[in-house]
């Protein structure tokens, strides 16, 4: 069974009585441990389809069920709880906490989970370790570099250990060495066994990932596996 | 979420803005403050003037002229009324009548100026017995004697005078046995009280008291008495004394409608209670126009927790996204209005405990005597409850706001 499972998806918003084809016959699924990036230019609907994807968003037409099962099967309580538990979001605009330290912004979401509070910090460090800031752990988010705050935003994603980590132009706001380390710290955590969906409208950031799903105008238009997938692994040793 | 963790968020938010956060409050401060000021003060008011009363004695009763007053009009009624005079007197004198009253004085009060070689003071002047004065009212004497039964029988123009009345008076000289001059009569010092500061509703160092046979036939030239005070064998004795006291006088009167009395008796125990239910009702409607300063203070919070909302917008989409329900934001942004009015509760108490101690010494120091700051625990802790209350109704709407955003539309907030 795949992780992610699209059956003629669409979305329409209504705004003031006229209404907006965002989203239009949108079908593909995607297996657990998988890297596809969602590719396409601004405004062609690939972040509505990650907010439906990642149980921020309603679809108001076809099907779309995550391991399984579709956003109405849970509950508004159990909808927040499959976000903090089996998704990872990393946002454009990193989205940390201000004048909050690397480690309580990487902790945040165990704020909301399940897990007993004597496992937070140790789980904590280990996340920083592996997106290698484990010498910022006491500074503030304002003192970061970009680079820096999104790999704060990847470990924070990572601390829950969800299934699938959703990458909304993580290197959109970053320089291309910044952009490059991010992409490596995704290319190793997909080597480590996370799935991870990509949204993207530069080809070369999507060449990273092993599938690209093109949509124009809210349809897919292709979806192809990477002939020469760009790996660096510079970073990541 | 951990309510650990929900707290240190509150407090960061609060903290973020620091100056925001105070002026916040402030309504609530004052508030608070103010509640406690009043109820301290009405505490110790209240403390000292049923103190200043039981130091009079539960079992002095006064019997007044004209019928118990009911409104301010039935006031004129006891200044005006006739209705007590020598005769009066000698009836409830009568043992067969009274049994059980010990001592009876009559009360003459007279208005107008003591004179000394040149030098004037205008004293509190009352023709009373001196030996009731100083059984009923403590009041001793540091020099000379006091008048006797005698002294009032032979109408003595004889007087003791307050500290106060001596020192404007004789500055350092000694008094005893000096005439001082009220109206036209020369009457002869023979004692001086110690100091003694506010005795209920007069100064006692300001009083010249005197025979109330002198008061009378020298210097009011009236017949009838302003009260007769009379004290029973002990405070048990009070109501049976009272019973007494009307129906001597009204067998006296031929009054037979209890209505129709042209007296009134008042025990201490009955003023005491009437002093306590006017300062309980000033406290209460004090406490009123509090309660409203509160709401608009409430009032303030909303408006500030809906600002802090609409700032945060961004990172309650974030939090929803990391996994937040509408439960954890609602009770967040709830916790920090409560956090909030609740320091404005602290603060409140601390400032208004302050100013009621201030308050406390300022009274003691008028009534010249001193008053015990009583701290009200009960009203602060009732105070910080209810500010922080006041924070959890005027934080739900707000908090409410921020649960229900869309986590979408949150993130995309600019």
Same mark, same amino acid.
């Given at each position: 069974?795949?992780?992610?499972?699209?059956?003629?998806?669409?979305?329409?918003?209504?705004?003031?009585?006229?209404?907006?084809?965002?989203?239009?016959?949108?079908?593909?699924?995607?297996?657990?441990?998988?890297? #596809?990036?969602?590719?396409?230019?601004?405004?062609?609907?690939?972040?509505?389809?990650?907010?439906?994807?990642?149980?921020?968003?309603?679809?108001?037409?076809?099907?779309?069920?995550?391991?399984?099962?579709?956003?109405?099967?849970?509950?508004?309580?159990?909808?927040?709880?499959?976000?903090? =538990? %089996?998704?990872?979001?990393?946002?454009?605009?990193?989205?940390?906490?201000? !004048?909050?330290?690397?480690?309580?912004?990487?902790?945040?979401?165990?704020?909301?989970?399940?897990?007993?509070?004597?496992?937070?910090? %140790?789980?904590?460090?280990?996340?920083?370790?592996?997106?290698?800031?484990?010498?910022?752990?006491?500074?503030?988010?304002?003192?970061?570099?970009?680079?820096?705050?999104?790999?704060?935003?990847?470990?924070?994603?990572?601390?829950?250990?969800?299934?699938?980590?959703?990458?909304?132009?993580?290197?959109?706001?970053?320089?291309?060495?910044?952009?490059?380390?991010?992409?490596?710290?995704?290319?190793?955590?997909?080597? $480590?066994?996370?799935?991870?969906?990509?949204?993207?409208?530069?080809?070369?950031?999507?060449?990273?990932?092993?599938?690209?799903?093109?949509?124009?105008?809210?349809?897919?238009?292709?979806?192809?596996?990477?002939?020469?997938?760009?790996?660096?692994?510079?970073?990541?040793? | 979420?951990?309510? =650990?963790?929900?707290?240190?968020?509150?407090?960061?938010?609060?903290?973020?803005?620091?100056?925001?956060?105070?002026?916040?409050?402030?309504?609530?401060?004052?508030?608070?403050?103010?509640? /406690?000021?009043? &109820?301290?003060?009405?505490?110790?008011? %209240?403390?000292?003037?049923? *103190?200043?009363?039981?130091?009079?004695?539960?079992?002095?009763?006064?019997? +007044?002229?004209?019928?118990?007053?009911?409104?301010?009009?039935?006031?004129?009624?006891?200044?005006?009324?006739?209705?007590? =005079?020598?005769?009066?007197?000698?009836?409830?004198?009568?043992?067969?009548?009274?049994?059980?009253?010990?001592?009876?004085?009559?009360?003459?009060?007279?208005?107008?100026?003591?004179?000394?070689?040149?030098?004037?003071?205008?004293?509190?002047?009352?023709?009373?017995?001196?030996?009731?004065?100083?059984? &009923?009212?403590?009041?001793?004497?540091?020099?000379?004697? /006091?008048?006797?039964?005698?002294?009032?029988?032979?109408? &003595? !123009?004889?007087?003791? /005078?307050?500290? !106060?009345?001596?020192?404007?008076?004789?500055?350092?000289? *000694?008094?005893?046995?000096?005439?001082?001059?009220?109206?036209?009569?020369?009457?002869?010092?023979?004692?001086?009280?110690?100091?003694?500061?506010?005795?209920?509703?007069?100064?006692?160092?300001?009083?010249?008291?005197?025979?109330?046979?002198?008061?009378?036939?020298?210097?009011?030239?009236?017949?009838?008495?302003?009260?007769?005070? #009379?004290?029973?064998?002990?405070?048990?004795?009070? $109501?049976?004394?009272?019973?007494?006291?009307?129906?001597?006088?009204?067998?006296?009167?031929?009054?037979?409608?209890?209505?129709?009395?042209?007296?009134?008796?008042?025990?201490?125990?009955?003023?005491?209670?009437? #002093?306590?239910?006017?300062?309980?009702?000033?406290?209460?409607?004090?406490?009123?126009?509090?309660?409203?300063?509160?709401?608009?203070?409430?009032?303030?919070?909303?408006?500030?927790?809906?600002?802090?909302?609409?700032? +945060?917008?961004?990172?309650?989409?974030? !939090?929803?996204?990391?996994?937040?329900?509408?439960?954890?934001?609602?009770?967040?942004?709830?916790? %920090?209005?409560?956090?909030?009015?609740?320091?404005?509760?602290?603060?409140?108490?601390?400032?208004?405990?302050?100013?009621?101690?201030?308050?406390? /010494? &300022?009274?003691?120091?008028?009534?010249?005597?001193?008053?015990?700051?009583?701290?009200?625990?009960?009203?602060?802790?009732?105070?910080?409850?209810?500010?922080?209350?006041?924070?959890?109704?005027?934080?739900?709407?707000?908090?409410?706001?921020?649960?229900?955003?869309?986590?979408?539309?949150?993130?995309?907030?600019?």
């Amino acid at each position: 069974m795949s992780l992610i499972n699209t059956k003629n998806l669409g979305k329409t918003y209504f705004n003031e009585g006229v209404a907006t084809n965002a989203l239009h016959d949108v079908s593909f699924s995607i297996d657990e441990g998988k890297f #596809v990036a969602i590719m396409g230019a601004s405004g062609s609907g690939k972040s509505t389809l990650l907010h439906i994807l990642g149980f921020l968003d309603r679809h108001t037409d076809g099907e779309y069920r995550f391991d399984g099962k579709t956003i109405d099967e849970h509950s508004e309580e159990n909808i927040a709880h499959v976000r903090n =538990k %089996e998704m990872g979001f990393v946002f454009q605009t990193f989205n940390l906490l201000a !004048r909050t330290t690397v480690l309580e912004n990487v902790k945040l979401p165990l704020l909301y989970s399940r897990v007993p509070e004597s496992l937070w910090n %140790e789980r904590a460090l280990s996340v920083i370790k592996s997106v290698g800031l484990s010498h910022r752990l006491d500074h503030e988010s304002s003192q970061l570099s970009g680079g820096e705050k999104q790999r704060v935003a990847i470990a924070r994603a990572l601390i829950n250990r969800p299934r699938i980590i959703f990458a909304d132009e993580p290197t959109g706001n970053l320089d291309s060495k910044s952009g490059e380390m991010v992409m490596d710290t995704l290319q190793k955590l997909n080597q $480590d066994g996370h799935t991870i969906l990509l949204i993207t409208h530069e080809t070369y950031t999507a060449e990273h990932a092993e599938r690209i799903i093109k949509i124009h105008d809210g349809e897919i238009i292709s979806d192809d596996l990477v002939k020469n997938r760009r790996t660096t692994n510079h970073f990541i040793k | 979420m951990r309510i =650990k963790y929900q707290f240190k968020t509150a407090v960061t938010g609060l903290f973020t803005h620091k100056s925001r956060s105070l002026l916040t409050i402030l309504g609530i401060v004052i508030g608070i403050a103010s509640i /406690i000021l009043i &109820a301290s003060t009405g505490e110790s008011a %209240e403390k000292l003037i049923t *103190n200043e009363l039981g130091g009079l004695g539960a079992e002095t009763i006064v019997v +007044r002229p004209g019928k118990q007053p009911k409104g301010p009009s039935d006031f004129a009624d006891t200044l005006l009324s006739d209705s007590l =005079k020598d005769r009066e007197l000698e009836a409830l004198r009568k043992k067969s009548n009274v049994p059980n009253a010990v001592d009876i004085s009559p009360e003459v009060l007279i208005s107008g100026s003591a004179l000394y070689q040149g030098q004037t003071f205008k004293p509190v002047i009352l023709g009373f017995s001196a030996e009731f004065m100083e059984k &009923a009212m403590q009041l001793r004497i540091s020099d000379g004697d /006091i008048f006797t039964e005698q002294d009032i029988r032979g109408k &003595a !123009r004889v007087a003791i /005078i307050g500290s !106060r009345v001596k020192q404007e008076l004789f500055g350092e000289e *000694n008094p005893i046995g000096k005439n001082i001059q009220i109206k036209d009569t020369k009457l002869r010092v023979i004692g001086v009280y110690q100091q003694r500061g506010q005795v209920v509703f007069f100064n006692a160092d300001e009083l010249v008291v005197i025979p109330y046979t002198t008061a009378q036939t020298y210097l009011s030239g009236v017949k009838h008495y302003m009260q007769i005070v #009379v004290r029973a064998e002990n405070a048990a004795l009070v $109501d049976r004394v009272v019973y007494d006291i009307k129906q001597t006088l009204r067998d006296l009167h031929n009054i037979t409608d209890p209505d129709k009395d042209d007296f009134h008796v008042d025990t201490q125990k009955g003023i005491v209670d009437q #002093v306590q239910t006017i300062i309980g009702v000033f406290t209460i409607f004090l406490s009123l126009v509090v309660a409203i300063s509160l709401i608009v203070g409430g009032i303030g919070i909303m408006n500030i927790m809906l600002v802090s909302v609409s700032e +945060r917008t961004r990172e309650i989409g974030l !939090r929803k996204a990391l996994g937040a329900t509408d439960k954890n934001i609602l009770s967040q942004f709830l916790l %920090e209005a409560v956090l909030l009015t609740g320091v404005g509760g602290i603060i409140g108490v601390a400032i208004g405990s302050l100013l009621s101690v201030f308050a406390t /010494i &300022a009274i003691g120091s008028y009534m010249s005597t001193s008053v015990a700051f009583a701290f009200p625990i009960i009203r602060s802790l009732i105070g910080i409850t209810s500010s922080m209350l006041v924070g959890l109704v005027f934080g739900i709407y707000p908090a409410r706001q921020a649960s229900k955003k869309s986590p979408i539309e949150a993130l995309r907030y600019e």
